[in-house]
Structures are given as C-alpha cells and as structure tokens.
C-alpha cells in the first residue's frame, strides 16, 4: 500500500507507467518459463522450448504490422487514420490467416523437423496465429497514439492469462504434455486482444490513400518486415538449430541459457516501443532526434554492464535459483551468453532508430550479420560452447559496424550543415556587396 501511494504522489508520466508494466510482464513470461523449465525437466522443456521460439517468431513477423500502424497513427488522423487502420488490419488478418493454415498443414513435417513428441501443439498454435496478428494491429493504434494504458493492459492480459492457464492446467490436472502449453498460448492470444477499439474500423466506404502516402507505407512495412526477418535470425536460428543438430537433454539445457541470457534484449524491446514514436514525432516536427536515441543506448549499456557482471560473478547461484540443479552445466556458458545479447541489444537499438527515420543500410547490415551468425552455427556446432562463441563474434562484428554507419551518417550530416552555413554566408556576403553605395 506504501509504494501505491508513493508512486501515486509521484505522479509517473504513461511513459514511466509503460516501462513499469513491460518490466512486470517480462517478469511473468520469465515466471512462466522457470516454472515450465522446472516442472517438465530439460527433456520435456526442449518442446516448449520450440513452441516460445515459434510464439517469438511470430512475435516479430506480427511486430511488422505493429511498428508500421504505430509509426503512420502519429503521422495520420481522422477518417485518414481510421482508412490506414481498417486496411491494415484486412492485410493482417490475411496473412495471419495463410501462416496459420501453413503451420496446421506443416505440423507432421515441423515435428520430424524439430524432434517434437507430438504434432497436435503445432495444430493449436496455428489456429491461433490470425488472433496474434489481429492484437499487433490493436497494439500498435495504442503505441502511435501513445495510449500506454491501454496498451499495458493488453499485454499484461496476455501474460497473466497464458501463466495461469498453462500452470493451472499442468498442476492441478497434472497434465504435461507439449499440447497443454499450446493450448495455453492459444487462449493468450485472445486476452490479449482486450481492450479492442472498434472505432478504429470502418466498413464502410474509406478514403483513398494518396499515392505518396501508399509508396511510404508499401516502403516503411518492406524495411520493418526485413529487419523483423533478422530479429527472427539472430534470436531464434540458435534454438531451432541447436535443437536440430543436439539431443533433447543438451536442447532442454541449452534453451535454458538462451532463456537467462535474454533478460538483456527483453528489457531492451522496452525502450524500443518508446523509441519509435517518440523519433517519428521529433521528425515530423523538425526536430533534432539523436538525443533520444543516446538516452535509450545509455539506459541498454548500463542495465547489459550490470547483468553481464552478475551472470560472470555468481552463474552457478543463478541457474539453481532459477532453474535447479539439473541445469548446472550451462554455468560457464552463461556471461558468454548475455555479453552477445547485450551486443545485439545494443545494435538493435541502433537500428530501429535509423528505420523510424526512414534509413535502410542499418537493417541491411542486421540481415547481413543475422545470416553470418546462422552460418557460423551451421558449421560450428561441435559443442555448445562453440555455438554461443559464433553467436560472440557475429554480434560483436555487428555492433562494430552499426556505430561505424552511425559515424559516418553523423559526418555527413555535419558537412552538409556546413555547406549550408557556408553558401548562406557567401549569399549575405554578395548581398551586402550588391548593396553597398558608398562608391556614389
């Protein structure tokens, strides 16, 4: 009761409430993985380990259609607004519909594929794909209009209901089967729809988008779906692969590091929902928008130097309160692990600010180095140590050269402000010129 008054009388900004309630559902979705990891053992946690890897992946198709609405509900209004909106959420249902019926009618395949116990979680969890994209949609109206109340209930209302659902289910009927957490998901997905705005959606008659608003949006939702595809590389291909090329007990462990190491990019994803429409607005309004992005690098830096030093000082300590005993020998592995989280953190950060202003080689270099960390794993895999060492060096190359593109677009920007300045005093010069009378 004494910390509700205390940040009542604080009056937090809907920005500081955001960041608060993104903190509280990372910290369900962990709950729920702990609980999952200790409950079914590193053996059976290697499937659901597959079926979160697949709910990130759809994360990040679903965020494309996120970041677009977020990005064009700060720059549109009005029956304009509620046109773009009504469109995207036609085009999103769409493909949610194509993907869910390719994982229903793959599901056989995907469990041969993944070495999975049955091929019914596959089954539920496409039919479910449509009401995720539906709830990207909703979500990013909330993050464009900056409706952060709303937008943290939707997300809170996913967590807790997939937490409960899916730990209800295994202890009180005892059931632990892979389609049990499936089924958990499955009922998330519509939670977190809630709250929907309906007026957000006209079925009648809608505004015809100008040509060069159709180019932005069809260019903008192209760059965000390619930067959205290496997100998907980079946090997910070591999973599936490890998955792939190891046996279950060494996937179950090793999806428990992936886990504890990810705290950093999870808290980083925060800053970025912040980011976005915060940048788009400056732009629009001509203002300078560095600034914003050095203040969410500093928060990343700080909060990855932390985790980082408390993974390489007590790793044992943290896995057994964690995960238990039985997950031990990823131990050592464990800071390698947050230090290239926290490289791709960082360079993600970087990236998304360059994509909010429109500029595409930071999302080209993330794709290039996505695809490098995958080769790398592909041919290095004798160990899972030689696995988190490929996934150092590629995000470490990556960082290097997203500050080095930052740079470089810092320089140019600089000469071309100076010859600006410049041709403006050359041109006040030859007025004065042009004006002196002192030879009549």
């Given at each position: 009761m004494q910390l509700l008054a205390t940040l009542k009388s604080k009056k937090l900004s809907p920005e500081q409430l955001f960041m608060v309630?993104?903190?509280?559902?990372?910290?369900?979705?962990?709950?729920?993985?702990?609980?999952?990891?200790?409950?079914?053992?590193?053996?059976?946690?290697?499937?659901?380990?597959?079926?979160?890897?697949?709910?990130?992946?759809?994360s990040f198709i679903a965020m494309t259609f996120q970041l677009v609405t977020a990005k064009f509900s700060v720059l549109f209004e009005n029956n304009v607004f509620t046109s773009f909106v009504t469109k995207v959420y036609k085009q999103a249902l769409l493909v949610g519909v194509i993907l869910g019926i390719a994982i229903v009618g793959f599901a056989g395949q995907l469990q041969t594929l993944f070495n999975t116990t049955s091929k019914s979680m596959f089954v539920i969890f496409g039919c479910g794909v449509p009401l995720y994209f539906l709830m990207s949609v909703n979500r990013g109206t909330f993050q464009g209009k900056k409706a952060y109340k709303s937008l943290s209930i939707t997300y809170q209302g996913?967590?807790?209901?997939?937490?409960?659902?899916?730990?209800?289910?295994?202890?009180?009927?005892?059931?632990?089967?892979?389609?049990?957490?499936?089924?958990?998901?499955?009922?998330?997905?519509?939670?977190?729809?809630?709250?929907?705005k309906r007026s957000h959606i006209s079925f009648r008659e809608t505004i015809v988008l100008e040509d060069h608003y159709g180019k932005q949006i069809k260019r903008f939702f192209l760059l965000t779906a390619f930067y959205e595809l290496t997100q998907i590389i980079i946090n997910n291909s070591?999973?599936?692969?490890?998955?792939?090329?190891?046996?279950?007990?060494?996937?179950?462990?090793?999806?428990?590091?992936?886990l504890i190491g990810r705290i950093v990019y999870f808290i980083a994803w925060m800053f970025v929902m912040l980011l976005l429409p915060a940048v788009v607005q400056l732009k629009k309004e001509g203002k300078e928008t560095a600034s914003v992005l050095f203040k969410y690098v500093g928060y990343i830096?700080?909060?990855?130097?932390?985790?980082?030093?408390?993974?390489?000082?007590?790793?044992?300590?943290?896995?057994?309160?964690?995960?238990?005993?039985?997950?031990?020998?990823?131990?050592?592995?464990?800071w390698k692990y947050a230090i290239a989280t926290s490289m791709f953190a960082i360079s993600n950060i970087f990236a998304y600010y360059y994509l909010s202003l429109d500029k595409y080689i930071p999302v080209i270099i993330s794709g290039v180095f996505g695809m490098l960390q995958m080769a790398l794993v592909i041919v290095f895999h004798q160990s899972l140590d030689q696995v988190v060492h490929m996934q150092i060096i590629a995000m470490i190359l990556l960082l290097v050269i997203q500050l080095g593109f930052?740079?470089?677009?810092?320089?140019?920007?600089?000469?071309?402000?100076?010859?600006?300045?410049?041709h403006s005093s050359t041109e006040k010069g030859n007025l004065t010129k042009d004006n002196d009378f002192s030879g009549f």
């Amino acid at each position: 009761m004494q910390l509700l008054a205390t940040l009542k009388s604080k009056k937090l900004s809907p920005e500081q409430l955001f960041m608060v309630s993104v903190l509280a559902v990372n910290g369900g979705n962990y709950l729920y993985n702990l609980i999952l990891g200790r409950v079914l053992g590193p053996t059976a946690f290697a499937d659901a380990a597959v079926l979160i890897t697949f709910l990130l992946v759809l994360s990040f198709i679903a965020m494309t259609f996120q970041l677009v609405t977020a990005k064009f509900s700060v720059l549109f209004e009005n029956n304009v607004f509620t046109s773009f909106v009504t469109k995207v959420y036609k085009q999103a249902l769409l493909v949610g519909v194509i993907l869910g019926i390719a994982i229903v009618g793959f599901a056989g395949q995907l469990q041969t594929l993944f070495n999975t116990t049955s091929k019914s979680m596959f089954v539920i969890f496409g039919c479910g794909v449509p009401l995720y994209f539906l709830m990207s949609v909703n979500r990013g109206t909330f993050q464009g209009k900056k409706a952060y109340k709303s937008l943290s209930i939707t997300y809170q209302g996913e967590m807790l209901s997939r937490l409960l659902i899916t730990l209800g289910i295994i202890l009180v009927f005892n059931i632990t089967s892979s389609a049990v957490i499936a089924i958990g998901i499955f009922l998330s997905f519509v939670f977190g729809l809630f709250p929907f705005k309906r007026s957000h959606i006209s079925f009648r008659e809608t505004i015809v988008l100008e040509d060069h608003y159709g180019k932005q949006i069809k260019r903008f939702f192209l760059l965000t779906a390619f930067y959205e595809l290496t997100q998907i590389i980079i946090n997910n291909s070591d999973i599936l692969l490890v998955k792939h090329y190891f046996e279950s007990y060494e996937a179950g462990l090793y999806a428990s590091l992936a886990l504890i190491g990810r705290i950093v990019y999870f808290i980083a994803w925060m800053f970025v929902m912040l980011l976005l429409p915060a940048v788009v607005q400056l732009k629009k309004e001509g203002k300078e928008t560095a600034s914003v992005l050095f203040k969410y690098v500093g928060y990343i830096a700080v909060i990855s130097t932390i985790i980082v030093m408390t993974c390489l000082s007590f790793p044992e300590l943290i896995i057994k309160i964690l995960f238990g005993e039985d997950y031990l020998a990823m131990a050592p592995l464990l800071w390698k692990y947050a230090i290239a989280t926290s490289m791709f953190a960082i360079s993600n950060i970087f990236a998304y600010y360059y994509l909010s202003l429109d500029k595409y080689i930071p999302v080209i270099i993330s794709g290039v180095f996505g695809m490098l960390q995958m080769a790398l794993v592909i041919v290095f895999h004798q160990s899972l140590d030689q696995v988190v060492h490929m996934q150092i060096i590629a995000m470490i190359l990556l960082l290097v050269i997203q500050l080095g593109f930052f740079k470089y677009e810092n320089h140019i920007q600089k000469n071309s402000l100076s010859k600006v300045k410049n041709h403006s005093s050359t041109e006040k010069g030859n007025l004065t010129k042009d004006n002196d009378f002192s030879g009549f």
